[in-house]
């Protein structure tokens, strides 16, 4: 299947619908073209309010950590986002619910496919780095600490919500030695572009 029919199937997908509390809004962007592939965990409340994934803290502090402005991480020629989830999946008691189920399994195999340029993958989150790598690594913080093993093609990060201040403060290190790297690897890309 080619990317521009699959992106367009993918954002028209409406079958959790009625387990959604916001309604079906998937939120997705790429390229056939598109360098770096972000598989993230799903929008938030004002992603999915504004229909612009990462559209909040979090990704602001995601675009802080790739050293890359919001022109060009909206940029599909560049960046690809495609979460666990593609909808807006509700607030639970501790934050946002996870992502529903079913995405991953029926649309990550066909845009996977379809997204030919890329070259740099990140998974965000304890379910992208479950679905991907979860065999490799134990947890997401040995996920995330072997940056090294997993680079240029590939890198591990928390999720950049301000719910895992927790997480950085006890792990300093990935501030002060993977977000370097990470740059790095994503200015290669832009250099490469």
């Known amino acids: 299947m080619r990317l521009p029919q699959a992106l367009r199937e993918a954002r028209g997908c409406t079958l959790c619908e009625p387990d959604l509390p916001l309604g079906a809004r998937p939120l997705l962007q790429g390229s056939g ?6 598989i993230g ?3 938030g409340a004002a992603a999915h309010e504004s229909g612009t994934p990462w559209d909040d803290r979090s990704g602001q502090r995601l675009r802080e950590w790739l050293g890359l402005t919001s022109e060009r991480f909206y940029d599909p020629s560049f960046v690809a986002l495609m979460p666990m989830g593609f909808c807006y999946p509700g607030t639970g008691a501790s934050g946002d619910l996870p992502p529903r189920p079913e995405c991953a399994p029926l649309w990550h195999d066909r845009l996977l496919r379809a997204f030919r340029g890329v070259c740099l993958t990140l998974y965000l989150g304890k379910h992208a780095h479950a ?12 996920a995330v600490a072997a940056y090294d093993d997993l680079l240029p ?4 990060l928390p999720h950049p919500s301000p719910r895992n201040n927790i997480w ?5 290190w990935f501030l002060e030695l993977a977000v370097p790297r990470l740059r790095q690897a994503v200015g290669e ?3 490469a572009s």
Do not use: C, H
């Open 168 to 172: 950085l403060k006890k792990n300093a």
């Open 189 to 191: 890309l832009l250099r």
């Open 33 to 38: 073209r598109s360098r770096l592939l972000i």
């Open 41 to 43: 965990q799903a929008p």
């Open 131 to 142: 679905r991907y790598l979860g065999d490799r690594y134990a947890t997401l913080t040995q």
């Open 153 to 156: 093609e590939a890198m591990v």
